[in-house]
């Protein structure tokens, strides 16, 4: 068998090279999306990393002298017990002599045709054992590039037959407009930001205050409830004290309410929220009485790219007991698969509101733009 990596701009270029070199019957073991300059393709571009596979040890053509030489042998007479008489010496002289291969040669072409059939079923077996099962070339585009089977064959089923990256991407950009929701500014909003552990929603609530408060000029205020955390409201102080905006730390539901009674003054107000594991029903019904009391306009599900896609589904699902109307993908940076972006949403029904890529505030954070997103799905640069 051989495996070979290789890159392109596109998806469809990369598998066109793969059938170059390998030929039709190559399939395909891993694609990922590779970096480019810019923040992962969402101001510069991204490439396509492909790796392939072809059996090569095809069936050895049965040599016309070893099907001479087994003619001559099934013809041969079995030997008697006694000892071979003259006559039945001269009978095995004669036949050897008049096959093109001896007897040992051909015990070796069998030994040698038995090793390459145990070679190839081992192969097989650790084929079917990888965690990652090929995919044949010949799987719809949409497919290759991680979209979810049920959606590439349910909503999305009229792009199956769109083999063309750039064709698909243009597609997938207007599938998207509806679900490419920048935040409102018009008038008072006060948004929660809700996750399970480690996936950056405190970054990301510190790159929205600063976009709203430094670039859109609206008076912005913070509460944050995520006191569990070491450091987490010496961080967000920081970012509040370089901003120039307010912070109120809650201890409880009531401290949260007050504290977003306090700002009704405010064009924006954020709250900050301890994550909870979304395997605690216990910790979620608690997390909770905490969103019910700051009574948001919003709630935002931050997701992180590099959980994968059976973890965001399941964040996803335990999390609609908080109600969120918007998703925030963050960790591009961490991804080499972007196809949540257009997966979560249409599994949910909830908008992308801003997806980042990087630690940096506030420039590691774009607002959600169709466009961006169905080329990082397809690899378009």
């Given amino acids: 068998m051989r495996i070979k990596t ?15 070199e390998l030929g039709e019957d190559a399939v395909v073991l891993n694609s990922k999306h590779v970096k480019a300059n810019g923040m992962l393709g969402l101001r510069g571009g991204s490439r396509i990393e492909l790796t392939a596979a072809v059996d090569d040890e095809s069936p050895q053509p049965v040599k016309p002298d070893l099907v001479s030489a087994s003619a001559h042998v099934q013809r041969k007479p079995a030997a008697p017990a006694a000892a071979a008489s003259p006559a039945m010496t001269s009978f095995a002289a ?15 072409e069998l030994k040698q045709l038995r090793s390459e059939l145990s070679n190839l079923g081992s192969i097989v077996r650790n084929l079917m054992s990888t ?60 948004i929660a930001v809700v996750g399970p552990t480690g996936v950056g929603k405190t970054t990301t609530l510190a790159k929205l205050a600063a976009r709203f408060a430094l670039e859109q000029g609206k008076k912005v205020a913070l509460v944050t409830a995520d006191t569990f955390r070491i450091g987490a409201v010496e961080q967000l102080r920081t970012y509040a004290r370089i901003m120039g905006v307010p912070l109120e730390i809650a201890l409880s539901p009531e401290e949260v309410g007050a ?3 306090k700002h009704m003054d405010k064009d924006i107000i954020l709250i900050d929220t301890v994550g909870r594991s979304q395997r605690s029903d216990e910790h979620l019904a608690e997390l909770k009485t905490f969103i019910d009391a700051a009574k948001p306009t919003d709630t935002y599900l931050v997701v992180a790219a590099s959980l994968g ?27 080499d698969d972007f196809s949540c972006l257009i997966n979560l949403p249409l599994r949910t029904g909830l908008g992308i509101t801003c997806m980042t890529a990087g630690q940096n505030v506030p420039q590691d954070l774009d607002f959600a733009d169709a466009g961006v997103i169905a080329r990082l799905v397809t690899g378009v640069a």
Avoid: N, W
């Fill in 6 to 20: 290789f890159e392109a701009a596109t998806m469809q270029e990369a598998l066109a090279l793969a059938r170059a």
């Fill in 259 to 261: 504290g977003v009674a």
């Fill in 309 to 335: 896609g059976a973890v965001q589904r399941e964040v996803v699902q335990k999390f609609t007991a908080l109600s969120p109307t918007r998703l925030v993908i963050t960790k591009l940076d961490e991804s």
């Fill in 131 to 190: 965690s990652q099962v090929a995919v044949p070339i010949s799987q719809p585009l949409i497919i290759r590039c991680g979209i979810d089977e049920d959606i590439a064959r349910g909503p999305l089923s009229d792009l199956l037959h769109t083999e063309d990256p750039i064709s698909l991407a243009s597609a997938l950009a207007g599938k998207m407009q509806a679900f490419a929701v920048p935040p409102m500014l018009d008038g008072q909003q006060i």
């Fill in 94 to 108: 004669k036949l050897y002599a008049d096959t093109s291969i001896a007897p040992a040669e051909y015990d070796a």
